[in-house]
C-alpha cells in the first residue's frame, strides 16, 4: 500500500492543523494506522494509533487530549488533528500501516512524511 501524508505547514502556538493520510494500492480497512513523528536530532516517536474500524484509539502522552486520529474508510484516509500545537511538536510526522496493533516503529508501510513546524 501507498501512503501519502499532507496537511503540514508552519503554525503559531496555539495553533491547529489537520494532517491527512491517503492511500493507494490497497484498501486501508484492512490495517491499523498509526502515526509518528521525527523531529530534528531525534529519534522517530509514536504519536497514535487507530484501530480498523476506528473505533479505538491511543495516544502518546505528550498529545493526548490535543491530538485526535481517525479515519474515513470509504476515502482510504486517515487523519491527525492537532489543537493546541506547541513549539515541541515541531517534527516531521508520518503515517503508517500496520496488520497488527502497534506503538512501536515496526509498521509494515510507510508514507513520506509531513513537515509540522511550530513557531512561539
Known amino acids: 500500500v501507498q501512503l501519502q501524508a499532507s496537511g503540514g505547514g508552519l503554525v503559531q502556538a496555539g495553533g491547529s492543523l489537520r494532517l491527512s493520510c491517503a492511500a493507494s494500492?490497497?484498501?486501508?480497512?484492512?490495517?491499523?494506522m498509526g502515526w509518528f513523528r521525527q523531529a530534528p536530532g531525534k529519534e522517530r516517536e509514536f504519536v497514535a494509533v487507530?484501530?480498523?474500524?476506528?473505533?479505538?484509539?491511543y495516544y502518546a502522552d505528550s498529545v493526548k487530549g490535543r491530538f485526535t486520529v481517525s479515519r474515513d474508510n470509504a476515502k482510504n484516509t486517515v487523519y491527525l488533528q492537532m489543537n493546541s500545537l506547541k513549539p515541541e511538536d515541531t517534527a516531521v510526522y508520518y503515517c503508517?500501516?500496520?496488520?497488527?496493533?502497534?506503538?512501536?516503529?515496526?509498521?509494515?508501510?510507510w508514507g513520506q512524511g509531513t513537515l509540522v513546524t511550530v513557531s512561539s
Open positions: 503508517a500501516a500496520s496488520v497488527t496493533w502497534l506503538t512501536t516503529n515496526e509498521y509494515d508501510y
Open positions: 494500492g490497497r484498501t486501508l480497512r484492512n490495517y491499523f
Open positions: 487507530i484501530s480498523k474500524s476506528g473505533d479505538t484509539t
